[in-house]
């Protein structure tokens, strides 16, 4: 059996005008900021509009722990908004932006995959709206105005042995991770270490991602500490005058992009942190706006459910006072025979037993997801290679559970491969049962937050930390910084800090090597292992074999 | 009197949607590709069915040598693209793009000022459509794949001492300008000494603005020498496989992006490299298409004549096959005073004598475009403070030249200001007088090249450079290299390398210092004298004082 590839599949689209697909949602001509024929920006007015209309059910779409084997979150995520809309319900997806830089490393692509993808899926992997360069340009604004506020005089008196804004790029470029700037002599500065991070680690993102509107975009931007004193004092990006000039810059970059499916239902495709330094979920400002204009609105987390989902529960719905109606968890076939020690050359033969074996994996997740007070439903990404036997396996633990698997063909089929998946979700989000609460309350000691997660979610014994971790978030707490919510990074391959460790692991120390303070996205980032904010390329790059054909269209991106 | 800002008479500006202005000149909403309601790419696939169709006329608006009194060469620009449609000719203009970095040190502004600006003039200074940031992304790409390539073993054999290509960002970013990457231990590469260039100095800047179509573009791409081997062979960018990835980044940014004057004629701004280390026009690709839709296309030139219409004829008019049918110099009162030895805090003050003895600076500007064959006339940009007797001083000492100076109030009255100029460009134009040819012939030597501009062009006596610099540029010719044209590389503020030395000197000694082979835009660079490629943030930035209003407008950027 031949398959049409994902490229080939997203150029057969028959695309709508966006438009039209703007139309579907009720956003006229005039409030849509066009970007090409396919791709627009909702407007600022328009969405100041919808303020008080009541909103629609919120659908998060997580996965297990992801394996090699892939899971097809993004897929799922697309797939189910296209079934809600086949079963009658007006649904929008949202979803986040990829990464340019990444795409030149490995092939990529997060535009889902299939019969299950948003389009124009070139764009998506490229430039798209610009916002990623927007973020880029803020970012780096504020860092040439530190560097030359020093340079000037240094009224504020940072000490520049202690600066903490580093410069980002969005581009895997090891090159950049560690550097000395401003040598050269008088003219240039003064020398010092720093760095850079790709883009999408930057704080600048993950501040538009929980951003209400322009305005609070500013505030934010303003809290970012971008420095100490000698006497440890922080001295803000107000301090520095930048948050105007950045606001600015991130006009455009803060409405969300309306893109359509293969389906020609609506998607809005907006912002896209790091999952591990940062809270990994699209923007606020796109979920709320799709909310006012949809029943359904499906989307997804980053990583697995213990990363994903905790934090879109704790920090995005927390801050953004978000109800999640329901939750899916994503689970494959082949992936759970991965959990259960099978190795990637071995996944062709049906091995029930393994598969049963990896199942706690994914029964972890459900009992966390159901923690929260969020019904839970699974989805089996179906693959050819799954024998029914192994489907069964997976159907009678979640069955045990609690709670029901269904097994989806949207990867082959579209929106008719997930009609039973969408009636369920229907069900579950309409039976009224979600009763959402976050783990832990506000008011909470940082600490604490930590413990309770990796207690509860992640299943740990200890939490070990130095004496100065400890002292440094004390030290936030007494400077009122007490109440943000914890960002964990760690591993995604495990409920543990050992990405090798697959499964359901129980009673591991989890140690916290360094905290961070992310004073104007709002949360304290908790950092267990080495956590990489500048990727690399690999020996043969994507890149190399990344071209236009004769035809004019792109090849190798994907 | 009390003016409106050029910030405040744009946002006036009755602008129409883009599909008009693009129907204006013929081209089909289907292949404007729209950014926006009043921005829009046009599509590839019409400029290639372009082809074969005759060509409008080609207007070249060039400057005496600037001065801190401010000459207006882009308002004439735009408002001579308007004078021309006022009386009946159906003219396009072509400017460049503005960069965004440094509108965040001094306020600028890229798009004309007064009742002659290109709108929207917001947009234009900030992220526009996109394409410095694709520059910067396709720029640092092949950065990172030539670290990238050391880092996995190094099978060119670069020598890492003669690593020829540096980052870029678009931001004023001092402490950039020379720095030290790769530190941090074994899995960030080899340490190496290198720093980040503004992104309008990267070569591909220049090679976008020069390339045909995107084919040309790919093979100066893979022209770039990225580096030299021990035995310094040069390393291309063809080499380090980057040339297909980087056009993919390009492929929109090469398209041309048009807009609309606040009187609704349509304008191509495109590209906007450095006008010293680079040529210093908009791009190939809109004028060549302008000229196929417009009967008269009104572009500048970077800086004043001696550098900027020097290049533009030598570099962009030889290489891209075009003949310029007329020329204007814009000159003003002012600056006749500033070049005749007032300062400018008494500019306010008559002061004939001063205008005459500033003249000879326009003098030798008008004999050295008439020695390129084209016609000449000269545009007063009139400025409220100007006497007639002044003016007329000014218009008596070109007729001595054996041209007209005409006064233009464009900025005042937009197109019924600049009738007469207009008028008088369809003269010449039409009058068949262009006998266009650029200084030097491509098979003269390359030190000959800079010594005939020096000579002809700057007026100076000798020509200096250390044996290095000479065996250098004889080494290129031995490579293939020897046909290049040469792009001059020095200050903007006087025929000589003294920035301080006004009027018109004569005998002055020109040394270069050094000469760069930029092989993929296809010039040899001869820097005279020092030339910044990244400049700094003043002591007080204008991002200090740049934000949103209430109305969400952008302040405090123009």
Known sequence: ?????????????????IQEIGAKLGIPTEHLLPYGHDK?????????????????????????????????????????GDG?????????????????????????????????????????????????????????????????????GNELEIDQRRIAWRRVMDMNDRALRDAVVSLGGVSNGFPRQTGFDITVASEVMAI????????????????????????????????IKADGAMTVLLKDAMQPNLVQTLENNPAFVHGGPFANIAHGCNSVIATRTALKLGEYVVTEAGFGADLGAEKFFDIKCR?????????????????????????????????????????????????????????????INHFYSDTDAEVE?????????????????????????????????????EGGKSNFAPLYPDEMGLFAKIETIARRIYHAG??????????QLKAWEAAGYGNLPVCMAKTQYSFSTDPNLRGAPEGHTIPVREVRLSAGAGFVVAICGEIMTMP????VPAAETIRLNEAGQVEGLF
């Open 462 to 471: 200890d939490v070990i930390a130095d004496k100065s971790v400890r002292d």
């Open 40 to 80: 627009a920006k909702v407007g600022q007015e328009f969405i100041r509009s919808l303020e008080g209309k009541a909103d629609g059910k919120l659908i998060l779409v997580t996965a297990i722990n992801p394996t090699p084997a892939g899971e097809g979150k993004t897929t799922t995520t697309v797939g189910l």
């Open 393 to 429: 396996a997976v159907k009678a633990y979640v069955a045990e559970q609690g709670a029901e698997a269904i097994l989806c063909k949207h990867w082959a089929k579209g929106s008719e491969g997930i009609e039973d998946l969408a009636k369920k979700v229907v069900e579950l989000a």
């Open 1 to 17: 059996m031949a398959f049409k590839s994902d490229i080939e599949i997203a150029r057969d689209a028959k695309k709508k005008p």
């Open 536 to 539: 690399g390329l690999p020996r």
């Open 319 to 379: 801050k953004a006072g978000l109800k999640p109606s329901a939750a899916v968890i994503v689970a494959t076939v082949r992936a759970m025979k991965m959990n259960g020690g099978v190795a990637k050359a071995d996944l062709g033969a049906e091995n029930v037993a393994a598969v049963q074996k990896g199942c706690p994996n994914l029964g972890r997740h459900i009992a966390n997801v159901k923690g929260f007070g969020v019904p839970v439903v699974v989805a």
């Open 208 to 239: 538009l991602c929980l951003s209400r509107d322009l305005e609070d975009l500013q505030k934010r931007l303003g809290d970012i500490i971008v420095a100490y004193t000698r006497e440890k004092k922080p001295v803000y990006c107000r301090d």
């Open 84 to 152: 809600l809309n086949r079963i009658g319900k007006k649904a929008v997806i949202c979803i986040r932006e990829a990464s340019l830089g990444p795409n030149f490393g490995m092939k990529g692509g997060a535009a889902g995959g299939g019969m299950a993808q948003v389009v124009p899926m070139e764009e998506m992997n490229l430039h798209f709206t610009g916002d990623f360069h927007a973020i880029t340009a803020a970012h780096n604004l504020l860092s040439a105005m530190i560097d030359n506020h020093i340079y000037w």
